[in-house]
């Protein structure tokens, strides 16, 4: 069975930094385009960042220079590298992945999805 483990998560202060990683088993994501959401209570689910077998990679504006995603194509995992975290970057994130390109999961598709992991950011 097919799975998206996110590690990562936890508490910081605003201004700080967390990295988020995502490991998949039970399946080889290489030629899938994966990324990351978020989502808080009582919203919908927000694309954060995904990036592509090619190195492509596409960002929510307002975490683009404060984000950072990367893929180790070696270990078919993702982090996403988040600096100068704000209050409003509190969330559940979850690592997915898309058949297709990073446009396709930017626009909200994804295919598979983790379980999630909780960031809280602190005033």
């Known amino acids: 069975q097919a799975q998206l483990v996110e590690s990562g998560g936890g508490l910081v202060q605003a201004g700080g930094s967390l990295r988020l990683s995502c490991v998949p088993s039970?399946?080889?994501?290489?030629?899938?385009?994966m990324g990351w959401f978020r989502q808080v209570p009582g919203k919908e689910r927000e694309f954060v960042a995904a990036v592509d077998w090619n190195g492509n990679t596409d960002y929510q504006q307002s975490v683009r220079g404060r984000f950072t995603i990367s893929r180790d194509s070696a270990k078919d995992s993702i982090d996403l590298l988040m600096n100068n975290l704000q209050l409003e970057d509190a969330a559940v994130y979850y690592c997915?992945?898309?058949?297709?390109?990073?446009?396709?999961?930017?626009?909200?598709?994804?295919?598979?999805w983790g379980q999630g992991t909780q960031v809280t950011v602190s005033s």
């Open positions: 997915a992945a898309v058949w297709g390109d990073v446009a396709k999961m930017s626009s909200g598709t994804a295919n598979y």
């Open positions: 039970g399946r080889t994501f290489r030629r899938y385009t």
